[in-house]
């Protein structure tokens, strides 16, 4: 395997599928397959996945709430979609550690690096919620803050894009896809692959980041693997 201990992390929006709005069900049973595919190949997997199908503490200030109520309000809808996958998950036959930035008893523990590692050896999924307990952090941020807390090979950011383009793909035919990138030259040319803070996070700890298309069945397998099927960011 290329990566032994991974951190993925998953958009809330990603869960939604093809609904509006929430959690579509066969979606989260994919991504359990995928996730139990990796793990019983040996690679010791966390997860950190945002809010966004539910709620996103920034649209709401937009809207005028107070942006530190609004964040909260995000990380609780963080914590409501990692509860959803760690059912599935457990459905699939896996075993799980919920631990989140916001200890909510008794649902999880506190996110602790030694709790978090411990688990993982024991063979169990690690689903990190509630952000990084703090506002004014996203998601993005807090799954970097995580991986390096847990010391993860990398971050494996799953999209419904195989990899980072020239240009979004969805609105430009002519984009094309870049296989490699330094952490530099993403910057430079100001290609939003996480947020500025996550990305600061990443490159000072030598984290790579990997983004793929995570809606395409047995693709997380491949990225632990070690095939080429996205875009590699690392320094």
Same mark, same amino acid.
């Given at each position: 395997?290329?990566?032994?201990?991974?951190?993925?992390? !998953?958009?809330? #929006?990603? @869960?939604? /599928?093809?609904?509006?709005?929430? &959690?579509?069900?066969? %979606?989260?049973?994919?991504? $359990?397959?995928?996730?139990?595919?990796?793990?019983?190949?040996?690679?010791?997997?966390?997860?950190?996945?945002?809010?966004?199908?539910?709620?996103?503490?920034?649209?709401?200030?937009?809207?005028?709430?107070?942006?530190?109520?609004?964040?909260?309000?995000?990380?609780?809808?963080?914590?409501?979609?990692?509860?959803?996958?760690?059912?599935?998950?457990?459905?699939?036959? !896996?075993?799980? #550690?919920? @631990?989140? /930035?916001?200890?909510?008893?008794? &649902?999880?523990?506190? %996110?602790?690096?030694?709790? $978090?590692?411990?688990?993982?050896?024991?063979?169990?999924?690690?689903?990190?919620?509630?952000?990084?307990?703090?506002?004014?952090?996203?998601?993005?941020?807090?799954?970097?803050?995580?991986?390096?807390?847990?010391?993860?090979?990398?971050?494996?950011?799953?999209?419904?894009?195989?990899?980072?383009?020239?240009?979004?793909?969805?609105?430009?035919?002519?984009?094309?896809?870049?296989?490699?990138?330094?952490?530099?030259?993403?910057?430079?040319?100001?290609?939003?692959?996480?947020?500025?803070?996550?990305? $600061?996070?990443?490159?000072?700890?030598?984290?790579?980041?990997?983004?793929?298309?995570?809606?395409?069945?047995?693709?997380?397998?491949?990225?632990?693997?070690?095939?080429?099927?996205?875009?590699?960011?690392?320094?």
């Amino acid at each position: 395997m290329k990566y032994n201990r991974v951190l993925l992390k !998953l958009s809330g #929006e990603s @869960l939604m /599928g093809s609904q509006s709005y929430g &959690i579509d069900p066969a %979606m989260l049973e994919q991504y $359990a397959r995928d996730i139990r595919e990796a793990v019983n190949n040996k690679v010791e997997v966390a997860i950190v996945i945002g809010g966004g199908n539910i709620f996103r503490g920034l649209s709401g200030a937009a809207q005028g709430m107070d942006r530190v109520q609004g964040d909260y309000m995000g990380m609780l809808a963080t914590l409501i979609n990692s509860m959803a996958l760690q059912a599935e998950l457990e459905k699939q036959g !896996l075993r799980t #550690e919920l @631990l989140s /930035g916001l200890a909510i008893e008794p &649902i999880c523990k506190e %996110m602790s690096r030694r709790r $978090a590692i411990e688990a993982m050896q024991e063979g169990k999924v690690v689903i990190i919620g509630g952000g990084s307990g703090n506002p004014f952090f996203t998601t993005d941020t807090a799954s970097a803050l995580r991986a390096v807390e847990i010391k993860a090979d990398a971050i494996l950011k799953g999209t419904r894009v195989d990899g980072v383009y020239t240009a979004d793909p969805e609105k430009d035919p002519s984009a094309t896809k870049y296989t490699t990138l330094s952490f530099q030259e993403a910057l430079s040319k100001k290609l939003k692959i996480m947020d500025l803070t996550a990305f $600061a996070l990443c490159e000072e700890n030598k984290l790579p980041i990997y983004v793929f298309d995570m809606n395409k069945p047995g693709n997380l397998l491949r990225v632990v693997s070690g095939e080429a099927v996205g875009t590699e960011v690392n320094n």
